[in-house]
């Protein structure tokens, strides 16, 4: 690691460490929650048909508003959720990180703070410190739902100006029900702050969307979404949110010009053109979900109810040796620092197998 210590930085960066993920040359990588089934020959073939229709126009900028992939991203959502949605609800940006960046920019920010239930997706403090927000933790009970109790109580002490709340959680696959999001959302509501719900792993769930409450709290909630876990397209880096039209044009005052590229608009309109086919691997993966548990419970380890598309199990002493051990037989799964657990997501039928298999040889 480069030391930076000599760099005039923000204080609060120093002493940090980059999020990411090791990136190792392994026969079998089960880190990083992507799709492991490649994008089907009829998206390939309709992405090079638009990259060449386009090619001879990218010197020119892109639509800034991506008015036509909100649209579609829209009728997805309609479709997925049965919430009814136009372009003016949803907002696209690289990924569902800069999303949630671009909202904490808007409601953020120096003399506010951020409110979040540990255990969970780690960008969530370090998107907060990079937008100087104070990051408040409740932490997850035992089982790591969220302590619904403990998290009204610290929206009173604190009245945050934001709160996440990730369903199902990254790192554990725990859901959060509609009936708990809307007591957040009613009390968020009480001290005019506002509440951001991840779903990221939404399609992999067979809990409702959130989305279903964003009429009754039209100036609280903001549901994020990403297409880079079930449409096979991690690599193109789409993120989008579905709220009302008033934080679509908030989130508009701190976003960068132009910033999704022609080729990445065109990318994701064509994915969602083929969101069926692509859907259908969600399908094989819930099914892996279930009998990769089966078999680690079959082999006595301790693993937390998921509706995502990776399991988060344990119980181990030092996780960070069964890391290792996992690792020694060719198999990458995710230490994310949770004492005792560890994360492996769901492959193809060869990657779980062998997955599988190092679990039974791992000495624990």
Sequence with gaps: MVDISHLPLREELRGQRAYGAPQLDVPVALNTNENPYPPSPALVESLLAEIQRLATRLNRYPDRDAVQLRADLADYVTRRTGVEVTGENVWAANGSNEILQQLLQAFGGPGRSVLGFQPSYSMHPILAA?????????????????????????????????????????????????????????????????????????????????????????????????????????????????????????????????????LT??????????ADETLADVDKLIAGRHQVVAELEKLGYTVMPSE??????????????????????????????VSGYLRATIGTPEENEAFVQAAREVQR
């Design 130 to 262: 990079g937008t100087h927000t104070e990051f408040l933790n409740v932490p997850r009970r035992a089982d790591f739902t969220v302590d619904i109790d403990a998290a009204l109580a610290a929206i009173a002490e604190h009245q945050p100006s934001v709160l996440f709340i990730t369903t199902p959680n990254n790192p554990t696959g725990t859901p959060t029900g509609l009936n708990e999001i809307e007591q957040l959302c009613h009390a968020m509501h009480g001290v005019d702050g506002i509440v951001i719900v991840d779903e990221a792993y939404a399609e992999f769930s067979e809990s409702p969307s959130a989305t279903t409450l964003i009429a009754k709290y039209p100036a609280t909630l903001v549901v994020s979404r990403t297409m880079s876990k079930a449409f096979d397209f991690a690599g193109v880096r789409l993120g989008y949110f579905v709220a009302d039209p008033a934080f679509v044009e908030a989130v508009q005052l701190v976003r960068l010009p132009y910033h999704l590229s022609v």
């Design 308 to 337: 995502s598309n990776f399991v988060f199990f344990g119980d181990f002493a030092d996780q960070h040796e069964i890391w290792q051990q996992f690792l020694d037989r060719g198999v990458l799964i995710r230490d994310v620092g």
């Design 265 to 274: 608009q065109a990318a994701a309109r064509a994915a969602l053109r083929h």
